[in-house]
């Protein structure tokens, strides 16, 4: 297994770490109540998926 001969400097590892943050979310609100909603996804709060009623949701109590 090769080793590395030199030390590789503070700077050099963190340029090469600058690529591996992680990317936030795509959240978006839903067209029917308003909700952050993931996309390509279902609403939570409502069940309605791109204008259409995709889920029943039980009336809260």
């Known amino acids: ?3 590395p001969k030199q030390r590789h400097s503070k700077t ?3 340029e090469r770490r600058a690529h ?7 959240v ?6 308003g909700a952050p909603v993931l996309r ?3 609403c939570p709060e409502c069940g309605y998926y791109r204008g259409k009623i995709a889920i029943e949701m039980k009336a809260k109590a």
Request: proline share 9%; net charge positive.
């Open 40 to 42: 390509h996804r279902v």
């Open 20 to 26: 591996d943050f992680l990317t936030p979310a795509h």
């Open 28 to 33: 978006q609100s839903c067209t029917n109540c």
């Open 12 to 14: 050099r590892t963190r």
């Open 1 to 3: 297994m090769p080793n």
